[in-house]
């Protein structure tokens, strides 16, 4: 026997699935059925893009966190109702983009790869550090991810709330802040192991999950194609991450030399982040107490490294070492 294909959803369905979720004088008078999302600029609040005969009620874009952009709007990454669930989700449209860039002396080529991210919503399905949905083509074959929603602040706004001080924050928040932290590197190996990278690991890709209380890696549809190393992207990216963890924020050259000089004179070029030449990597300058084994790791991503972590093996070895240096230091097992 055959099944046959739902019929396509109508204005008065969809109506009457608004009026369920959202009430009935929240129901719209006119807004628009979309099948083929190309040009997302087209897709208006209060539209209803269908997908796979699924209706998804469009509300707000999300906005950028990165680079000076807060607040500006990425007009591919909608928030929408899922009607017949009432569910929030996080629908990424078909956006291309492509840039250069060099870290640690290595060239890139950054683009965005809607396929890529969707392979990795396959792969990572299971995987509690990682943002969870599925994807489907639209009417014109674009691939639209459809994303669950996590509710709960970015990692990095937690860790600036801990602590009076600095000297606060490290003695009483940074060891359970390092075990989240490895947490995290150890599910980027996941991705590395299979071969994959998530591509684009900034601390504002990381959601501290409120319902299951962990934190999880968003946002991987860039790819980039690499000179020297498969993984150099993503281990600079975490490089960045962890010197902010141990800074409990950046530490900012232009701030050292207004507002602390002492400190300014002590500093080399050698120290300073070789991804971002106004953030300082050689935080043990700057705080005596950070442990020998925790800042070498530090300089790994400074000017003046001769060595980088070519995978997360290595740097995961290390990052043991400091934790042992931790607990003596904090006098707790973490």
Not at 31 to 53: A, G, H, P, Q
Not at 138 to 156: C, H, K, M, Y
Not at 172 to 179: E, G, N, S
Request: hydrophobic content about 40%; overall charge negative.
């Amino acid at each position: 026997m055959t099944t046959q294909p739902a019929a396509p959803l109508q204005q008065a369905d969809i109506k009457e699935l608004i009026a369920k979720h959202g009430g009935a004088d929240r129901v719209p008078s006119h807004f628009k059925i979309i099948t083929d999302t190309s040009d997302f600029f087209k897709i208006e609040y209060n539209d209803v893009v269908l997908l796979d005969n699924v209706p998804y009620w469009m509300k707000r874009c999300e906005k950028e966190g990165r680079f000076g952009l807060d607040d500006e709007p990425k007009f591919w990454v909608r928030r929408a109702i899922e009607l017949p669930t009432g569910a929030t989700r996080i629908l990424k449209l078909v956006f291309y983009e492509e840039f250069k860039t060099v870290i640690a002396g290595v060239k890139m080529t950054c683009f965005r790869s809607p396929k890529k991210e969707a392979r990795l919503l396959d792969l990572v399905a299971g995987h509690k550090n990682f943002m969870h949905g599925r994807w489907v083509l639209d009417a014109a074959g674009n691939n639209v991810r459809i994303l669950e929603f996590i509710r709960g602040p970015r990692f990095d706004d937690v860790i600036t709330g801990y602590g009076s001080n600095h000297h606060d924050y490290f003695h009483k928040y940074f060891p359970q802040v390092l075990d989240h932290f490895i947490e995290l590197v150890q599910s980027i190996k996941f991705l590395h192991d299979q071969g994959e990278k998530h591509g684009d690991i900034r601390r504002d890709h990381i959601i501290w999950d409120e319902a299951t209380q962990v934190n999880r890696w968003i946002d991987f549809d860039y790819n980039f194609q690499q000179g020297e190393s498969l993984f150099s992207f993503d281990m600079q990216g975490l490089g960045n991450i962890l010197i902010f963890l141990v800074g409990r924020g950046d530490v900012l050259v232009p701030d050292l030399y207004h507002k602390q000089r002492a400190l300014f004179d002590t500093l080399w070029g050698e120290d300073l982040s070789i991804a971002y030449k106004n953030r300082v990597a050689n935080l043990k300058k700057i705080y005596p107490y950070i442990p020998d084994s925790l800042n070498r790791i530090l300089l790994h991503f400074s000017y003046g490294a001769n060595i980088f972590y070519e995978n997360t093996d290595q740097i995961l070895e290390d990052l043991g070492l400091a934790r042992e240096d931790m607990i003596s230091l904090t006098g707790r097992q973490l």
